[in-house]
């Protein structure tokens, strides 16, 4: 399966290095059947190279970042302008991370991520946009913890039969940790360059960037901010890899409502496990939301399997709607600007955003 083969070796290395993202090189030499460090960087460029490895990044945890709430808002939304002046108008709100169009029949949809310090508001903005018949419907979903994230088993089975997702199991706490460190303005300035992996989040690089922003730290303040953070439990180090080379995966969000919110969580956790796929989990209210790329193979069948079982009352399925476009996908660094130093909290300008969307829509 896939035009690109690996090797057993390779297969091994990759399945470390997504289980295991805190092993450094010499200890990937240890536990890997390679000879030397060198050998190791090598493949690791290679695997990005061909669509099969990405990052080092960091996730955030956003209960340990500010002392207010702070909550991750999964969009899906319906309209009928074209796809570049919705995004003209969603790219107004700063707190916007990712948008990417979805394969439907039907409908034109696009599901977009949003960081929020206030829910309301952002739903206000939404309906702002409805009102003005930018968009025509909106599902909001929102969620407060860490997301669950589980790379691919390289020897798995790219195409599960699903049969475990009612078992028991032991579950892991996603809960968000709550804010117990002050954090200063390197913190903040280096922050996203983190969680978004710039430059394969090589400090030399993050300092480089800030020094074109005329932000001048040197590097063994911002060596220093990542290990407190580290340390603190802000941030832990990630890899995503790709169970095949990208382009050549489906790129899928599955919903799912059972009547126990225990039975959707322990879903979640079973769904696929082990096998050869990347999946990222969280839970939206009700709704028990994982996030797939996979072999074709997998999605081809996987509604079928899902009506299978009866516990699953109700299911939604969101594919990306073609994964070498992407161009029309969009993604930008998490914006701290309204980061308060003094007061530790991140509330962002609702207001600002309504504001120019109004004047956008006067154009």
Same mark, same amino acid.
């Given at each position: ?53 990405r ?25 009928d ?10 790219? +107004? @709100?700063?707190?916007?991370?990712? *948008? !990417? %169009?979805?394969?439907? &029949? ?29 968009i ?15 790379n ?20 892991p ?25 710039y ?18 730290l ?9 290990k ?5 439990? +802000? @941030?832990?180090?990630?890899?995503? *890899? !790709? %169970?095949?080379?990208? &382009?050549?995966?489906?790129d ?13 969580r ?53 594919q ?10 969009f ?5 701290l ?20 969307i ?6």
């Amino acid at each position: 399966m896939g035009k690109i083969l690996l090797t057993e070796k390779e297969k091994e290395l990759l399945t470390l290095i997504g289980r295991s993202p805190q092993v450094t090189t010499k200890g990937l030499v240890q536990s890997a059947q390679y000879k030397r460090s060198s050998s190791i960087a090598r493949k690791i460029g290679q695997f990005k190279m061909r669509n099969m490895l990405r990052g080092p990044f960091y996730d955030l945890d956003f209960g340990r970042l500010s002392r207010n709430t702070l909550s991750i808002l999964v969009c899906i939304i319906e309209f009928d302008q074209d796809y570049e002046t919705v995004i003209s108008y969603l790219q +107004l @709100i700063e707190t916007l991370r990712y *948008v !990417y %169009p979805v394969l439907s &029949p039907h409908k034109e949809l696009l599901n977009a991520i949003f960081i929020s310090s206030d829910n309301a508001a952002t739903a206000d903005l939404l309906q702002l946009l409805k009102d003005n018949y930018i968009i025509t419907e909106c599902i909001i979903r929102p969620y407060s913890h860490r997301r669950g994230l589980e790379n691919p088993d390289l020897f798995g089975d790219p195409d599960p039969p699903l049969d475990n997702l009612l078992e028991p199991c032991d579950m892991p706490d996603l809960s968000f940790g709550s804010h117990s460190t002050t954090w200063n303005a390197c913190d903040i300035s280096i922050l996203p360059y983190l969680q978004a992996g710039y430059g394969d989040s090589r400090l030399i690089e993050i300092l480089k960037a800030e020094r074109k922003d005329n932000n001048l730290l040197k590097y063994d303040q911002i060596k220093y901010s990542r290990k407190k953070m580290l340390e603190k439990g +802000l @941030i832990r180090e990630r890899y995503v *890899v !790709y %169970p095949f080379p990208y &382009p050549e995966c489906v790129d899928f969000e599955l919903f799912m409502k059972t009547e126990d919110i225990v039975l959707t969580r322990r879903i979640q956790h079973n769904f696929a496990r082990g096998a050869r796929l990347l999946k990222e989990y969280s839970l939206c209210g009700g709704w028990g939301r994982v996030g797939i790329i996979s072999h074709p193979r997998f999605l081809t069948g996987l509604m079928q399997k899902l009506d299978a079982i009866d516990e699953i009352t109700r299911k939604e399925l969101y594919q990306l709607r073609s994964i070498p476009d992407r161009g029309r996908t969009f993604d930008r660094p998490l914006v701290l600007t309204y980061f308060d130093l003094e007061n530790q909290t991140l509330k962002y300008p609702y207001h600002q955003y309504e504001r120019k969307i109004k004047e956008k829509l006067e154009e």
